[in-house]
Structure formats: structure tokens, C-alpha cells
Nanobody, 122 residues
């Protein structure tokens, strides 16, 4: 069982990046999938999540700029990040749990992917 996060990199303020979270060993559409991030010197925080039914959640600071969506055929969840800001700089992790409650409210995912670094700087 593995979650593979990718797509990070260096972006200028206002630019866009798309992160991918690909699963192997299990079917993503049975799970709630979320993106979390951790900036240097800060605690990890939830960024966005999507439930197995397709319902989504966003933290306030990214609402309207980030979009999370699934491609069940590819067993992958994406995070489209637009209008990036320097404060979005962090290591981004994807995670999976059987429910949004466990993933987003309790912050107790079953699976974690490795991080992908996003740096927003001019």
C-alpha cells in the first residue's frame, strides 16, 4: 500500500502548480483523500480533502484558489493550486482515511504519502 505525491517545485507568486497523489495497493475511491502541508517551523495543517462521495473541504486561506479532484480511473487525486502565494510554501503531503471524519476532523489518516516540496518565490 502506497501513496505517491508528486508535482511540487518552484513557482513564482501568482503562478499555478498541480500536485498528484497516486495510490497503489488499494482503491482511492473507497477513501477520503486529503492534502496537508507543513512549512518550516510550523505545525502541519490541512489544506483540502475530498470524500468518497465527492464532497470537498478547503482551509479558508486556499478556498477559491485551490481545487481538489479525483480521477478514479487513474486511482489518483489532484490538487490544482492557482494564484500561489509565498505563504503557500511548504512540504505537501497526501493522506487517506476511510472517512472525512477520520481524515479531516480527527486528522488521523490511515495512509500517508511522502512529501513534495512547493516553493513560491520570485
Amino acid at each position: 500500500v502506497q501513496l505517491q505525491a508528486s508535482g511540487g517545485g518552484l513557482a513564482q507568486p501568482g503562478a499555478s502548480l498541480r500536485l498528484s497523489c497516486a495510490a497503489s495497493g488499494f482503491t482511492l475511491d473507497d477513501y477520503a483523500i486529503g492534502w496537508f502541508r507543513q512549512a518550516p517551523g510550523k505545525e502541519r495543517e490541512g489544506v483540502s480533502c475530498v470524500g468518497s462521495s465527492g464532497s470537498t473541504r478547503y482551509r479558508e486561506s486556499v478556498n477559491g484558489r485551490f481545487t481538489i479532484f479525483r480521477d478514479n480511473a487513474k486511482n489518483t487525486v489532484y490538487l490544482e493550486m492557482n494564484s500561489l502565494k509565498p505563504e503557500d510554501t511548504a512540504v505537501y503531503y497526501c493522506a487517506a482515511a476511510p472517512s472525512l471524519l477520520k481524515l479531516w476532523v480527527l486528522s488521523k489518516p490511515t495512509y500517508w504519502g511522502q512529501g513534495t516540496l512547493v516553493t513560491v518565490s520570485s
